[in-house]
């Protein structure tokens, strides 16, 4: 059973940095997709990048790919999110996902193929 715990969140001041990171454990498979979410107050659940841990691949949501950098370091089973230039919108809840890869990209955008998720870390930018 894979187990994902998040870290790294915090309250930032707008234009700020902020790196989160996910610790994962029970990983038997060599390639998986991971992934980052966030959930904003009343808003549903935003993608914002993807990493294939084979061969770390990464994809990104258009609307943060030139802020938000996906990283992983295998030999410690952990995946980061550095986020740029924080935006008041940033303020979330983040989540990070893992689940199998079948073969091809690994979604950004569709949460349900993602079978493991953790608890969240929240993330609030003020301006």
């Known amino acids: 059973q894979v187990q994902l715990t998040e870290s790294g969140g915090g309250s930032v001041q707008a234009g700020g940095s902020l790196r989160l990171s996910c610790a994962a454990s029970?990983?038997?498979?060599?390639?998986?997709?991971m992934a980052w979410f966030r959930q904003a107050p009343g808003k549903g659940r935003e993608g914002v990048a993807s990493?294939?841990?084979?061969?770390?691949?990464?994809w990104y949501n258009e609307r943060v790919k030139d802020r938000f950098t996906i990283s992983q370091d295998k030999a410690q089973n952990t995946m980061s999110l550095h986020i740029n230039s924080l935006e008041p919108e940033d303020t979330a809840v983040y989540y990070c996902?893992?689940?199998?890869?079948?073969?091809?990209?690994?979604?950004?955008?569709?949460?349900?193929?993602?079978?493991?998720w953790g608890q969240g870390t929240q993330v609030t930018v003020s301006s």
């Open positions: 029970g990983v038997t498979s060599s390639t998986m997709c």
């Open positions: 996902a893992a689940g199998a890869w079948d073969g091809s990209y690994c979604s950004v955008a569709i949460a349900r193929t993602y079978s493991y």
């Open positions: 990493i294939r841990t084979g061969d770390g691949r990464t």
